[in-house]
């Protein structure tokens, strides 16, 4: 049951989050490559209660062709909520927010892809919320960026994303719904993270304040999260090619 404080909820309690994770602790992750049979690469992902699924399609021909570039493949994101993901229907189709999540999240995804090698090509990223605890943006990266990686597109990396909250005056990694709704700040990161080494900031957005000191501290500790998903994504990579290439093995 919920402390009120001065109209708010108080989300820190006896030193503790509302769902018994350390502040620094991410929530469960569960990640399952290839789960859609038409799309070239697909992955399923949960983070906490967030529920996410990608789809990949390319380097295929563009359409319409005039948006095909003579140097290098054209990246488009679409992220998308389903109406049943939240507790409130939410209008189908897209909205502001669901532009600028697609729009910065390609911006992400684009400093890891390999475009270069395929000109007048278009690679497409479909994400879709099925879901909704908050951190949705930073679970469609992470499953995105695996269901590149089960395409086959060439990658210099990954893209691994964690949001870091400020509340009741603390620093929490992966904040949940009620973190996100009544904290006092929010800071989704992705990064750009190639052979266990962080290579750069991909992604970084902020609502609310924090002081320099605490951005500081968020950063630290938004990395740290970001190699434990990492380690993940690679794992749940592995696991379905271990599956695949033993499958090849009997079959021989
Ligand atoms: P993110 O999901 O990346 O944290 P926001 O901070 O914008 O993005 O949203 C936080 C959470 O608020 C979402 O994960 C979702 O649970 C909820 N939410 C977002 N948009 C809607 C909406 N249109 N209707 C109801 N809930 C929403």
């Known amino acids: 049951d919920l402390n009120r404080l001065s109209g708010d909820i108080q989300l820190i309690v006896d030193g503790k989050r509302l769902d018994g994770r350390g502040f620094d602790e991410l929530r469960p992750i569960n990640i399952k490559v290839g789960v859609l ?31 095909a570039d003579p140097v290098k493949a054209v990246v488009r994101y679409r992220y998308s909520m389903a109406p049943f993901s939240v507790e409130e229907r939410k209008r189908p189709g897209p909205d502001r927010r669901s532009i600028e999540i697609s729009k ?4 992400a995804i684009e400093a890891v892809v390999m475009k270069e090698l395929f000109p007048r090509s278009g690679i497409d990223v479909f994400v879709e ?25 060439p990658m210099r990396g990954l893209i691994s994303s964690v949001a870091v909250a400020k509340v009741d005056d603390i620093l929490v990694l992966d904040p949940m719904k009620e973190e996100d709704n009544y904290g006092q700040a929010d800071i989704p990161f992705a990064f750009f993270i ?8 991909a992604l970084l957005q902020m609502d609310g304040r924090v002081s ?10 938004a990395k740290k999260g970001a190699m434990e998903i990492y380690q993940m994504q690679k794992e749940a990579i592995k696991a379905k090619y271990m599956i695949e290439s033993e499958e090849v093995n009997s079959d021989e």
């Open 104 to 107: 910065v999240s390609r911006e």
């Open 129 to 153: 919320v099925l879901q909704a605890d908050a951190g949705t943006r930073t679970a469609c990266l992470n499953a995105a960026s695996v269901a590149l990686v089960d395409a086959g597109v």
């Open 194 to 201: 190639r052979n266990d080494k962080i290579e750069s900031i």
């Open 212 to 221: 320099r000191d605490e951005f500081k501290q968020a950063l630290e500790m």
């Open 37 to 67: 049979k038409r799309a070239d690469g697909s992955c399923y992902l949960e983070m906490g209660k967030n529920k996410v699924v990608a789809a990949v399609y390319g380097p295929r021909e563009v359409h319409p062709r005039h948006l």
